[in-house]
């Protein structure tokens, strides 16, 4: 049966889940975690195929993803969690509050949206699908640059190398696999908004994944709070600090 790898610190406090990106992994929240630590019980997870979740046997969608999550959370007598979510994550954090409203607390989106992709992004997403079967090494090093803006190019480029390195070892299958669960998503803002599920933004300016203009349409519509960060995609690798502070979690 396909799992999902989880780490959980169990305290007296509230339980964050948090859930990272496309090419990513839980380590990628280090930069974040003494801060969250401050005020949550962490329960992190690995996407299929990243990390250290292994490769999934089979297609899954969101909607399945958010059952393996439910199973962790009962499995842990986990009864309520505050979801902080970046990119994929977002998106599967998006289902998940829509599928279990009652066991969320809140549902903070880093750069991330809860809206399906525009038909733009699923042609982007099937061109993406052709490239990583004929060369894999080539399509990592231009999806995760393109994850960050030129400054931070120059100045995280150790972090990145360090991304690039573990996104290498991602399986073909685990990354078509998360690109067609990204491309085939539902659109939860309508549900979300009916089942009052509290919902944040935190984005970054310089975003080339996910224009800003889009995330503060849906923090309209759905009367949301919406933080900009001068940043690109990878705040968490980037902005640690002023995610949290975002968070209210620092003066």
């Not at 089979?58 to 439910?70: G, H, R």
């Not at 970046?86 to 809860?114: D, E």
């Not at 085939?184 to 994944?209: E, S």
Request: aromatic fraction near 6%; glycine fraction near 6%; include cysteine.
């Amino acid at each position: 049966m396909d799992r999902l790898h989880f780490d959980y610190v169990k305290s007296q406090k509230p339980v964050l889940l948090l859930i990272h990106g496309f090419l990513g992994s839980m380590e990628q929240w280090d930069y974040l975690e003494n801060g969250l630590s401050n005020h949550y019980s962490l329960l992190k997870i690995d996407l299929p195929g990243h990390g250290n979740s292994l490769e999934f046997t089979s297609p899954y969608s969101l909607e399945s993803l958010t059952l393996l999550i439910d199973r962790i959370l009962i499995e842990e007598d986990i009864e309520k969690v505050a979801i902080l979510g970046h990119s994929m994550g977002g998106y599967l954090g998006s289902a998940f509050a829509k599928a279990r409203p009652q066991k969320v607390s809140s549902l903070t989106l880093l750069n991330s949206i809860a809206g399906e992709d525009l038909k733009e992004r699923k042609l982007l997403r099937d061109r993406s699908i052709n490239l990583i079967e004929k060369h894999q090494e080539a399509y990592v090093n231009m999806a995760i640059s393109n994850l960050f803006s030129v400054t931070e190019r120059e100045l995280y480029g150790n972090r990145i190398e360090l991304m690039k390195e573990q996104a290498y070892s991602i399986t073909i299958k685990s990354i078509v696999q998360a690109l067609v669960c990204m491309r085939d998503r539902r659109d939860h803002l309508t549900d979300l908004q009916k089942a009052q599920v509290v919902v944040n933004y935190i984005y970054g300016t310089k975003d080339q994944i996910i224009e800003p203009n889009r995330i503060e349409k849906e923090a309209n519509y759905l009367n949301s709070n919406a933080s900009k960060v001068n940043c690109g995609h990878m705040s968490l690798l980037t902005n640690a600090e002023d995610i949290l502070k975002k968070m209210h979690l620092i003066e």
